[in-house]
């Protein structure tokens, strides 16, 4: 049976699933993750990107650093994803 994880941003505009298990987890503190995410530890949680799915909604993308962009509900503020041009077969 195929592992599926659920959620959604803080006001439920956005909903997405993830199927299978992540390859890869990690706790992250620097500067950037930081600010973005606003919270003083983030912790990754890597899939490929055909695991996942997005339900309802279209996040909004920002970009800061060249090749990467990170997602979030453009009604709540929630952070939904990290993606590094440069890793096209990793999400998080
Ligand atoms: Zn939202």
Not at 64 to 72: I, K, Y
């Amino acid at each position: 049976m195929t592992r599926t994880e659920t959620g959604s941003c803080f006001c439920g505009s956005i909903t997405a699933e993830l199927h299978g298990d992540p390859f890869w987890i990690c706790s992250d503190h620097d500067d950037d993750c930081r600010k973005a995410i606003g919270s003083p530890l983030t912790v990754w949680v890597g899939y490929r990107p055909a695991q996942f799915r997005l339900l309802t909604g279209t996040p909004k993308t920002f970009s800061r650093t060249r090749g990467v962009l990170r997602t979030f509900c453009a009604d709540c503020g929630t952070s939904i994803a990290y993606l590094d041009q440069g890793l096209p077969e990793e999400l998080y």
